[in-house]
């Protein structure tokens, strides 16, 4: 099984092409990639999951935690792609789609209970195992682009699907393809158990559901400040469908997200 990096079958629209270019000794790889160990994925609708993966020939299992969830984790390896799913809190749970380089894993995340809810990009917080090496690299010398940088320095490399990658770290972060600090999302605490709408106004036909508190232990992400009638767009697993809005006034006022 060649560990060659191809395109990552995306639930987004795009991605081909960016992730072929790999070094002659991967190329030569008849191993498999060992997933094993913790792994911290940062979602980029703001929740951090907690992985603690076994891997087993080419089957993963583990547990998984984020925030007041937990979840018993099954998938399996493919090359240099896997797919494993973590059963939060006993329910279908959340898909995690995934590619794999030396460098680290990334790709993006559904959740099985909402299949039309939009989904979320993810990726770790280090490098994988290299497959072990079964045959000689290849010595053919480099080509002319190789050996001028073109192939490895080119602007914009890997970065395909601008809309749901992860933003490039600061500069002087690292560089590379993965960042080197997670994505700064706006966080809100449930404090109080709201009813949620598909579209601000609080009418009964709108209505999808309730966002509950959970002794304010629930975190939303903001999708943009809340509006001049307290309506405030919210995104995260706790959120009935993905995503909403809720009325959060301020004090007297009924308040149900703090900031």
């Given amino acids: 099984m ?16 960016a992730l072929l270019l790999t070094t002659a000794a991967q190329a030569d790889c008849l191993g498999i990639w060992d ?7 940062t979602q980029t609708n703001g929740f951090i999951a ?28 493919d090359g240099d792609e896997f797919t494993m799913t973590a059963h939060w809190n006993g329910t279908a749970g959340g898909e995690y789609r995934g590619h794999i380089t030396e460098r680290g894993i990334e790709g993006d995340t559904r959740d ?14 280090h490098g ?13 010398p480099a080509s002319p682009l190789e050996q001028s940088g073109v192939l490895k320095n080119r602007p914009g490399a890997g970065d395909i699907s601008t809309q749901t990658k992860p933003p490039p770290p600061p500069a002087g972060g690292g560089g590379g393809e993965f960042p080197t600090t997670p994505p700064q999302v706006t966080m809100a605490t449930v404090i109080a158990d709201v009813d949620v709408y598909k579209k601000p106004g609080g009418l009964d036909e709108d209505k999808i559901g309730i966002l509950y508190s ?21 995104k995260g697993t706790a959120v009935p469908t993905g995503e909403g809005f809720v009325y959060s006034g301020t004090p007297p006022d009924f308040q149900s997200l703090q900031f």
């Fill in 214 to 234: 959970n002794n304010k232990t629930t975190k939303v992400s903001l999708v943009a400040p809340c509006d001049e009638n307290n309506y405030c767009h919210v």
């Fill in 35 to 41: 997933l094993s160990g913790s792994w911290a994925i």
């Fill in 2 to 17: 060649a560990c060659i990096g191809i395109a990552l079958r995306w639930l987004f629209p795009a991605v081909v092409g």
């Fill in 112 to 125: 099985l209970n909402n299949p039309g809810a939009e989904g979320a990009r993810w990726y770790g917080d």
């Fill in 128 to 140: 994988v195992t290299p497959c072990t090496v079964s045959t000689p690299p290849s010595h053919a």
């Fill in 50 to 77: 907690n992985f603690e993966l076994t891997q087993t020939g080419m089957d993963i299992s583990g547990t998984a935690t984020a925030q007041e969830m937990t979840g018993d984790v099954v998938g399996h390896v």
